[in-house]
């Protein structure tokens, strides 16, 4: 792992499909102690590379390295982005800019990382139910995409296990929902969990829910997508209940994340506590804490019993990514 040894901040990033959010951090008593930070339009730019120029040519502040945490699988320092054709690499990062210290690790892992570092007021619960210590940790955050990390424990010290568990089947748990499926599976072939249980996942269930014509979508509504684009025009519409077709739509996309929550929870046996990440969930939280969710998320058969002792905690800090890649450039110890 890399280290600041010479008293400077670092450098940290959070290189999502939408948002790409950088910021200087430097050594805090409890964990990194941010600084300037500030974010973009991801899709503004033809790559990371000129957010990168523009934040330093705005805010030339010295410092000892760089990580970046990036949405897609990383491998041998070098990410195809999944929902954005950007593509990140340790090497053509260093070559561009002249570093020496740089590392490029998945967001989902930042993510897990920064787990332990979370502030009480940072964490909402779902349920009443207490974490075991030095148990697994299950991470799971719906945005632009569907990201999965686990956080598991060896003699003290916490490691994040990277996962694109976001690309496995979409596994319908009722009629309704295999009417879903297999209108997707006409559109992309292939359903992932991720196709519906993201942002563009949302969109896919409302105009699934369109295509029935059970639900009529009214003038405002049209317009309110085309203004503030759709995914945050329904959610938005649904959290206020102004329209059935997007208080449903956001029912089934909650009714779906308590299901893959609970599936991941008990392939990891994640008694340690589920936490729900991305960019949705705080957004969402009315109705995550509504009883839905955690209704799907047991439902289980025989597993009931187990999964409704495992803690479901909504992360509220948008910046846990980028604190996480802070950590791991700082070298900061990470138990659970």
């Not at 934040?55 to 320092?77: N, R």
């Not at 597993?303 to 990514?321: G, H, Q, R, S």
């Amino acid at each position: 792992m890399i280290r600041s040894g010479d008293g400077n901040p670092v450098l940290a990033g959070d290189i999502g499909g939408t948002r790409t959010r950088l910021g200087f951090f430097s050594m805090g008593k409890q964990r990194p102690k941010s600084g300037l930070v500030r974010t973009y339009l991801s899709r503004d730019a033809s790559g990371v590379e000129e957010i990168v120029e523009r934040f330093l040519s705005e805010h030339p502040v010295p410092f000892a390295e760089a990580c970046f945490a990036v949405a897609g699988p990383v491998a041998d320092g070098r990410c195809r982005m999944t929902n954005l054709c950007w593509d990140v690499s340790e090497t053509g990062v260093k070559r561009h800019f002249g570093w020496s210290r740089f590392r490029l690790i998945n967001d989902l892992v930042a993510t897990a990382l920064a787990i332990p570092l979370l502030k009480s007021r940072e964490r909402v619960s779902l349920n009443r139910a207490g974490a075991r210590s030095g148990r697994p940790v299950a991470l799971v955050a719906p945005g632009t995409g569907l990201g999965v990390a686990f956080l598991v424990s060896c003699a003290g010290q916490s490691f994040p296990v990277v996962s694109e568990g976001g690309h496995t089947d979409f596994a319908p748990s009722c009629t309704e929902q295999l009417d879903l499926w297999q209108f997707l599976h006409k559109r992309f072939g292939h359903v992932s969990a991720e196709r519906v249980l993201s942002g563009p996942g949302l969109v896919n269930i409302y105009s699934w829910l369109k295509h029935t014509k059970k639900y009529p979508e009214p003038r405002w509504l049209k317009r309110r997508i085309r203004e503030r684009g759709p995914a945050e025009a329904i959610s938005e519409a649904a959290i206020k209940k102004a329209d059935p077709l997007c208080v449903r739509s956001l029912e089934i996309f909650v009714s779906v994340f308590g299901a893959v929550a609970g599936n991941l929870a008990l392939t990891g046996m994640a008694t340690g506590g589920v936490y729900l990440g991305g960019g949705i969930s705080p957004g969402i939280l009315p109705l995550l804490k509504n009883g839905l969710f955690m209704k799907a998320f047991t439902e289980k058969g025989r597993f009931k019993d187990i999964l409704e002792k495992i803690p479901v905690k909504v992360i509220c800090n948008p910046y846990t990514a980028l604190l996480g890649a802070a950590a791991h450039a700082l070298g900061y110890p990470v138990s659970i």
